[in-house]
């Protein structure tokens, strides 16, 4: 499967996706049991249908395991950190959205009262 392929489907196997990130199925089937990210479905046949958050999520487990040397604790705990640390950015946004709002209220406010200026010439 060519990387021009993904996004064109809805669900890939795990021999599709072993092949996209040049691993074994076997090992796939591990990280699955080791993390708790990976959870992909099953059809009726029990085969597992990987979606692409899967995926995204199994090569972030591929990076910090093969690429970074992280052990498998070490990246459990990385993963643990990195969703921390985005659920702490979501409230910054969720907050500095607040202030915008406000100021765009304060804004609007502002422009809709009367001009008392008076123009002395």
Do not use: C
């Not at 796939?28 to 899967?54: A, C, H, M, V």
């Not at 090569?59 to 985005?86: D, F």
């Not at 500095?96 to 002395?120: F, G, R, W």
């Amino acid at each position: 499967m060519e990387e021009k392929d993904k996004g064109t489907k809805r669900y890939y196997t795990i021999g599709e996706v072993a092949q996209m990130l040049q691993v074994n199925a076997s090992l796939l089937r591990y990280w699955e049991t080791e993390f708790s990210i990976l959870k992909p479905g099953k059809n009726r046949k029990g085969n597992r249908q990987f979606t692409e958050q899967d995926i995204d999520n199994l090569r972030l487990i591929y990076h910090l395991v093969k690429k970074s040397g992280y052990t498998l604790e070490g990246a459990k705990k990385r993963i643990k950190e990195m969703k921390a640390e985005n659920g702490k950015q979501a409230e910054l946004t969720r907050s500095l959205q607040h202030i915008k709002n406000a100021l765009q209220n304060l804004l609007t406010a502002l422009d809709e009262l009367p001009d008392t200026s008076e123009n002395h010439v």
